[in-house]
Every structure is written in structure tokens, then in C-alpha cells.
């Protein structure tokens, strides 16, 4: 079992930046991969970024130079720092633990509560 809090939305201007973090509870952390996901209303999750257990990371190809996925394992947190930021950028971001290496939401067990990110033109 692994809980996931999420922390670090806001409300930003266009160009600016952000840090989500993703602190995890429970066992085993280092050993599962860890996806942000986000979505907007009346759209579906939308893959954003995921770390491996060992740090491979993958990006989709809309945040790619633009955002990092960083895991610190003896914190249990998962970080996403955003930079230039851009009003596509808003809407509700999770973070979810799973074992498959995947894009797919469905591979992910363990989902956090979101955290509201808004971008502001």
C-alpha cells in the first residue's frame, strides 16, 4: 500500500515556473515508478511524465525541455519542477505508483488527490 500527497500547485503567469512535489507513505517506495499525470475538464488523464524505480525517465512531448522528474528515495518524494510555463499548461495534476513501465494510466495503482495548477496568459 502507498499514499501519495501532492503539493506545490498555484496559480503562475505565462513563462514562469513551478515544483510539484509527491510525497509517498507506505513500503517499498524505491521500487515503483512514479507518473504525473494531468487533466482538464471533460478530458481524460493525460500522460505527463514518468521516473522509474532506477531514474529512467520519459516525457511527453508537449512538456519535453520544458519540465524535469527528479525521485529523492530516502525522502519518498517525487519532484516535477515546470518551466516556461504556458496556459495549456493548467489543470489538475497527479501523481500515481505503479510497477509497469507505462504512459498508460491504467498501470498505475496508486493515485494522489491532485493539485491544482492554473497559467495565467
Known amino acids: 500500500q502507498v499514499q501519495l500527497v501532492e503539493s506545490g500547485g498555484g496559480l503562475v503567469q505565462a513563462g514562469g515556473s513551478l515544483r510539484l512535489s509527491c510525497a509517498a507513505s507506505?513500503?517499498?517506495?524505491?521500487?515503483?515508478?512514479i507518473g504525473w499525470f494531468r487533466q482538464t475538464p471533460g478530458k481524460e488523464r493525460a500522460f505527463v511524465t514518468l521516473?522509474?524505480?532506477?531514474?529512467?525517465?520519459v516525457y511527453a512531448d508537449s512538456v519535453k525541455g520544458r519540465f524535469t522528474i527528479s525521485r529523492d528515495n530516502a525522502n519518498n518524494t517525487v519532484y516535477l519542477q515546470m518551466s516556461s510555463l504556458k496556459p495549456e499548461d493548467t489543470a489538475v495534476y497527479y501523481c500515481?505508483?505503479?510497477?509497469?513501465?507505462?504512459?498508460?494510466?491504467?498501470?498505475?495503482?496508486?493515485w494522489g488527490q491532485g493539485t491544482q495548477v492554473t497559467v495565467s496568459s
Open positions: 500515481a505508483a505503479g510497477t509497469t513501465w507505462t504512459t498508460g494510466s491504467y498501470g498505475y495503482r496508486y
Open positions: 507506505g513500503r517499498a517506495f524505491s521500487s515503483y515508478n
Open positions: 521516473i522509474s524505480w532506477n531514474s529512467g525517465t
